[in-house]
Structure formats: structure tokens, C-alpha cells
């Protein structure tokens, strides 16, 4: 039997016989939700006979189970093939992040890329950051460190590609009424700090996230996955690619 090109995708990851579905969980299954499972997965069932033939399995995961941090879509994949997949839905946009003080911030920053598909991401100044929050994203998530500010904006230069900063500073743009460019590198700074007045020089643009209530600011994890999604209103379809 043939493909048929325009035919949904169907994966046997996520239409298993009766055996495997009843493994999840009952509730999040009659959901029809991608993701209906939140601990993994155990061996492939039925034995070696049952086994998907394609290359993107690893036969370690279905002997095994699956236990890690990815979306049903994905479980019992290579890492290369899960990276491989995700190299053809990403999105033109960038994170970079000022890394002088090894913030923990930058990890969860990494994830929320990773969940809104980001090209890649840029650590500016120190090569080594926290991985902790990164939830082990960062091995399916393009990752790359620019020696520091200058760096970062000579390849964006080289790119064609505009540096947006988020920031809460004097002249800066509303990012409710801020039109993303596509392909734009969004720079955040540290925690507490903020961004450089380097990093604020380099930027084509400076845009904040209205705060109605009593603190300065909010936390850069959370002010860059606000960012992120900011972007993906105004340029992503609104079903996700999966």
C-alpha cells in the first residue's frame, strides 16, 4: 500500500492497538489531546515482532520505554530524528541571552525556545550557563555562544537579521502594539540587571510587556516566553505543527 501525500500524518507512536493505549491515562486519551501522556512510556508492546521498522525508532526505547521530556509525537525517536523533524517546522526567530552572572533563568529561556520552536538560541558572553530549568530541551533545541554583544550583532548583521530587545526602558515600544519582524533575533538580558547599555545600542528596536501591577519587572524566563508567544500570534498558523 502506498502513501498517500495527502493523507494526514499517522504515526504509530500515537494510534497504537488497544494494548498500548490503555496504558495512558483514560481521561487524557478520550481527549484526543497530542499529549496525553506525562511520565513516559514503557517497552513497545507485543515484543520485537511488533517493532516499527523505521529508521527514526530507537531500538533502546522500545526495548526499554520512553521517559523523556518530549511530546507523544516523538516518543521512541532517535534524538537525531526528533531534531531532524523539528529542523523542518522551526521558526525565523532567535533568542539570544547576555550570560555575565550564569543566571538560572537561562535554562527555563531554552525550553520555552524549544517549545515555540525557535531556530536557535544565543548565549552572549560566558560559554557556560545553567542547564537545570532546561528540562534536557536543550539537546533538541539548536544552542549557540557569542563571545558577547559585538558578536552577536556582527552575525545578525552578516544574517540580515534585526535585533530586538525586551527591556522596560525609557523609549521603549508597547509589545501590544509592536509589529515583529519574522526573522529577528529577540535579545534578553539578565535577571535583575537587565539588559547592557551594549546590548540596548545594538538594537534596532526596544520593546517592553505592559505590567499593571506594583513590581519593576517581571522574570526574564517569563518575559521571554511572553515574547515568544507574541511573535508566534502574529506569524504562526494557529493549530501548532506537529
Not at 478520550?30 to 517493532?51: D, I, K, L
Not at 526495548?63 to 531534531?83: C, L, Q
Not at 525556545?113 to 552572549?124: E, L, Q, R, S, Y
Not at 548583521?157 to 525586551?166: F, K, L, N, Q, T
Request: with cysteine.
Amino acid at each position: 500500500m502506498t502513501d498517500d501525500a495527502s493523507a494526514p500524518h499517522r504515526d504509530p507512536a500515537l494510534e497504537d492497538p488497544s494494548p498500548r493505549r490503555s496504558a495512558l491515562p483514560a481521561a487524557a486519551a478520550a481527549t484526543g489531546h497530542p499529549e496525553r501522556t506525562t511520565s513516559g512510556v514503557g517497552p513497545w508492546p507485543g515484543g520485537r515482532e511488533t517493532w516499527p521498522t523505521e529508521d527514526r525508532y530507537d531500538p533502546e526505547l522500545l526495548e526499554h520505554g520512553d521517559t523523556r521530556n518530549v511530546i507523544d509525537r516523538y516518543r521512541y525517536w532517535r534524538m537525531e530524528a526528533i531534531v531532524a523533524d523539528l529542523d523542518e517546522k522551526r521558526h525565523p526567530f532567535h533568542v539570544a541571552i547576555e550570560n555575565w552572572q550564569h543566571d538560572m533563568n537561562i535554562g527555563s529561556i531554552v525550553r520555552s525556545a524549544n517549545a515555540f520552536a525557535a531556530d536557535t538560541v544565543h548565549i552572549v558572553g560566558r560559554r557556560r550557563w545553567n542547564k537545570r530549568g532546561a528540562m534536557v530541551t536543550d539537546r533538541y533545541q539548536h544552542v549557540e555562544h557569542r563571545e558577547d554583544v559585538a558578536a552577536l550583532a556582527a552575525w545578525a548583521r552578516d544574517e540580515g537579521i534585526p535585533i530586538i530587545a525586551i527591556d522596560n526602558v525609557p523609549g521603549c515600544v508597547p509589545m501590544e502594539t509592536f509589529d515583529w519582524p519574522e526573522r529577528c533575533v529577540m535579545l534578553f538580558g539578565q535577571e535583575g540587571p537587565g539588559l547592557t547599555t551594549e546590548a540596548v545600542a545594538v538594537a534596532e528596536a526596544v520593546v517592553e510587556i505592559t505590567q499593571y501591577g506594583s513590581t519593576r519587572s517581571i522574570n526574564a524566563s517569563a518575559a521571554a516566553a511572553v515574547a515568544m508567544y507574541s511573535w508566534v500570534q502574529q506569524h504562526s498558523p494557529l493549530v501548532p505543527r506537529r
